[in-house]
Nanobody
Framework: QVQLVESGGGLVQAGASLRLSCAASGRTFSNYVMGWFRQAPGKEREFVAAIRWNIGATYYTDSVKGRFTISRDNAKNTVYLQMNSLKPEDTAVYYC???????????????????WGQGTQATVSS
């Protein structure tokens, strides 16, 4: 049974940092794309970042480039999202997702992801 369990959310002030974790279990994810999405109140879930597990290639949405970093730890089977210089508009529930897609072309599309975590709340105050 595949499980993705997020943690690390919280309440911080603007300019601060948070590191989100996604512990993955239940199968081998070496050929998977792991993504982070977020959903703010009243808005659709949107793509944030993705990493191809086996080669470590990454991709980001424009609004987080230079502030967020996605990474993975093979030994811990965990994916991270380091979020720096946080802004109030980063406030959202952050979701981890896994996809067996063979290429990057669908990385930003939530429907391409096979498995999802339950989400972790990150709140940035001004």
């Amino acid at each position: 049974q595949v499980q993705l369990v997020e943690s690390g959310g919280g309440l911080v002030q603007a300019g601060a940092s948070l590191r989100l974790s996604c512990a993955a279990s239940g199968r081998t994810f070496s050929n998977y794309v792991m993504g982070w999405f977020r959903q703010a109140p009243g808005k659709e879930r949107e793509f944030v970042a993705a990493i191809r597990w086996n080669i470590g290639a990454t991709y980001y949405t424009d609004s987080v480039k230079g502030r967020f970093t996605i990474s993975r730890d093979n030994a811990k089977n965990t994916v991270y999202l380091q979020m720096n210089s946080l802004k109030p508009e980063d406030t959202a529930v952050y979701y981890c997702a896994a996809s067996s897609m063979p290429s990057w072309s669908g990385a930003v599309q939530r429907l391409r992801y096979d498995y999802w975590g339950q989400g972790t709340q990150a709140t940035v105050s001004s």
